[in-house]
T-cell receptor, first 114, second 114 residues
Framework: EPEVTQTPSHQVTQMGQEVILRCVPI?????FYWYRQILGQKVEFLVS????????KSEIFDDQFSVERPDGSNFTLKIRSTKLEDSAMYFC????????????FGPGTRLTVL | AQSVTQLGSHVSVSEGALVLLRCNYS??????LFWYVQYPNQGLQLLLK??????LVKGINGFEAEFKKSETSFHLTKPSAHMSDAAEYFC????????????FGQGTRLTINP
């Protein structure tokens, strides 16, 4: 069964450094998402991406964050200058087409900012 | 705006007993509703979803949920708990058009006692 994959599974970085989290969505899916889950808290929406542009972003997704689909298969989340509060589990999700279709989640990348 | 409240951050039941995980939602538009399960160190897996068809929705692993508009609820049930059901369960609400931002509840950790 097709699945969403994410790399790395765990990333440790120093505050102020740039990180890129990578996701390979399910082939032929059209909608892509990033969510994050701070330890002990709820899963929060960050951004949705469709037709090579951002569809919606949350207030969390400020100028330090960016997303890209550079080669038609990978979907990346970049954090330009990490802060301690960016430490969280980041989940990528992809969805085939319409809103009735399931969002399939990857296993997540745990980001630790020191 | 949409929101989800899950009553009970921890639920403990005996093996073979009824599982009931509560979810109430708030939405200014007709919602789509979802239950996801997260096993330790894994991503989110869809259990079931309500997308305005039948109000009683059956999902994987013997789970089902009933959409009750008058009560703004979407509680998850399973007649007989199994040890393998131990996990974190998340209720989520989403829109019905286009890119579908999911808004998650806080999650309920289900423990199964032998």
């Amino acid at each position: 069964e097709p699945e969403v994959t994410q790399t790395p599974s765990h990333q440790v970085t120093q505050m102020g450094q740039e990180v890129i989290l990578r996701c390979v969505p399910i082939s032929n899916h059209l909608y892509f998402y990033w969510y994050r889950q701070i330890l002990g808290q709820k899963v929060e929406f960050l951004v949705s991406f469709y037709n090579n542009e951002i569809s919606e972003k949350s207030e969390i997704f400020d100028d330090q964050f960016s997303v890209e689909r550079p080669d038609g298969s990978n979907f990346t989340l970049k954090i330009r200058s990490t802060k301690l509060e960016d430490s969280a589990m980041y989940f990528c999700a992809s969805q085939a087409a319409g809103a009735t279709d399931t969002q399939y989640f990857g296993p997540g990348t745990r980001l630790t900012v020191l | 705006a949409q929101s989800v409240t899950q009553l009970g951050s921890h639920v403990s039941v005996s093996e073979g007993a009824l599982v009931l995980l509560r979810c109430n939602y708030s939405s200014s538009v007709p919602p789509y509703l979802f239950w996801y399960v997260q096993y330790p160190n894994q991503g989110l897996q869809l259990l079931l979803k309500y997308t305005s068809a039948a109000t009683l929705v059956k999902g994987i692993n013997g789970f089902e949920a009933e959409f009750k508009k008058s009560e703004t609820s979407f509680h998850l049930t399973k007649p007989s708990a199994h040890m393998s059901d131990a996990a974190e369960y998340f209720c989520a609400v989403g829109g019905i058009q286009g890119a579908q931002k999911l808004v998650f509840g806080q999650g309920t950790r289900l423990t199964i006692n032998p």
